[in-house]
């Protein structure tokens, strides 16, 4: 069982930064592939990005690349996103996501855990 709690988001005006972490607990957190996901209102969830359980591999949604890096720290069972340049279409509730290291997926039914959210509001 691992627990998600993402934190970091917030009200922004465009071309600003925001750095969203997200706390795992469990024993064997550090063993997930994690990933993050976003939701605006009257939209599907859609993929943002996703870090393999050694943080060697990463991969993002062609709307964030070079805008967005996804990060870890296993030793405080930890993924971050840093977002950088952002755009009021990035306005959505982020979500992260865990799933046993079994590879790249950017399906959200993939994901086995799921934090609460947390909103990122950018304004023009």
């Known amino acids: 069982q691992v627990q998600l709690v993402e934190s970091g988001g917030g009200l922004v005006q465009a071309g600003g930064s925001l750095r969203l972490s997200c706390a795992a607990s469990g024993r064997t957190a550090s063993s997930y592939d994690m990933g993050w996901f976003r939701q605006a209102p009257g939209k599907e969830r859609e993929f943002v990005s996703h870090i393999s359980w050694s943080g060697f591999n990463t991969y993002y949604t062609d709307s964030v690349k070079g805008r967005f890096t996804i990060s870890r720290d296993n030793a405080k069972n930890t993924v971050f996103l840093q977002m950088n340049s952002l755009k009021p279409e990035d306005t959505a509730v982020y979500f992260c996501?865990?799933?046993?290291?079994?590879?790249?997926?950017?399906?959200?039914?993939?994901?086995?855990?799921w934090g609460q959210g947390t909103q990122v509001t950018v304004s023009s």
């Open positions: 996501a865990a799933r046993w290291r079994n590879g790249f997926t950017s399906r959200s039914s993939d994901y086995t855990y």
